[in-house]
């Protein structure tokens, strides 16, 4: 059981690439979620998918698209990097009618 | 809209001593979540608080929860070294969880 994996780990970008992270469970979670942590800050919240084939919005979904692909899978799309996107990323899943959230290892990105 | 709050935001604190974390929230929440965050890596899991009342325990860790006055404490009894970490308080309706700034506990020898 790898739990939640991310890749990649760390990645650079210039202004105006776009790059899409990428977020797997092996744990048939139903609901996954994408945040973000800046120095000094707790996580905030992107977007989520509370099942298979749904998808909403969080705290700061703005300069993001997601894909839930599929139950195991869930994407985060920058379509134009900003160098306010400088992040580090983590993207979480839970289990229908748990309280829990499992976190994945983070993926470090800066954009110059 | 919910917002967490927590204090102090640092703390510096000899081994052995007590203290606690405060985590203030604004609205209605149906849980408190507690994490611990080492540098570089991601959350662990410390607690989830369900009900007004509720305490929960791990070795020197305990949380409580006062949903009427909208606060939960993470106290810190005998700290030792390897306490040190940053701390996160979550509260959240339906799994969308809204985090506080964390706590970063730094004990000394």
């Known amino acids: 059981n790898a739990g939640v994996t991310q890749t990649p780990k760390f990645q650079v970008l210039k202004t105006g690439q776009s790059m899409t992270l990428q977020c797997a469970q092996d744990m048939n979670h139903n609901s996954m979620y994408w945040y973000r942590q800046d120095p000094g800050m707790g996580l905030r919240l992107i977007y989520y998918?509370?099942?298979?084939?749904?998808?909403d919005k969080g705290e700061v979904p703005n300069g993001y698209n997601v894909s839930r692909l599929n139950k195991r899978e869930f994407s985060l799309r920058l379509e134009s990097a900003a160098p306010s996107q400088t992040s580090v990323y983590f993207c979480?899943?839970?289990?229908?009618?748990?309280?829990?959230?499992?976190f994945g290892p983070g993926t470090r990105l800066t954009v110059t | 809209e919910l917002k967490v709050e927590q204090n102090p935001l640092f703390l510096s604190m000899q081994e052995g001593k007590n203290y606690t974390i405060y985590c203030n929230y604004s609205?209605?929440?149906?849980?408190l979540y507690w994490y611990r965050q080492d540098p570089g890596k991601s959350l662990e899991s410390l607690f989830v608080l369900l009900s007004n009342g509720a305490v929960k325990q791990e070795g020197r860790l305990m949380a409580s929860l006062d949903t009427k006055a909208r606060l939960s404490t993470l106290h810190i009894t005998a700290a030792v070294h390897d306490l040190s970490a940053t701390y996160f308080c979550a509260g959240g309706n339906t799994g969308k969880l809204i985090f506080g700034q964390g706590t970063t506990l730094q004990v000394k020898p």
């Open positions: 998918s509370a099942s298979e084939g749904t998808t």
């Open positions: 609205t209605t929440s149906d849980r």
């Open positions: 979480a899943s839970k289990k229908q009618g748990s309280y829990e959230q499992y």
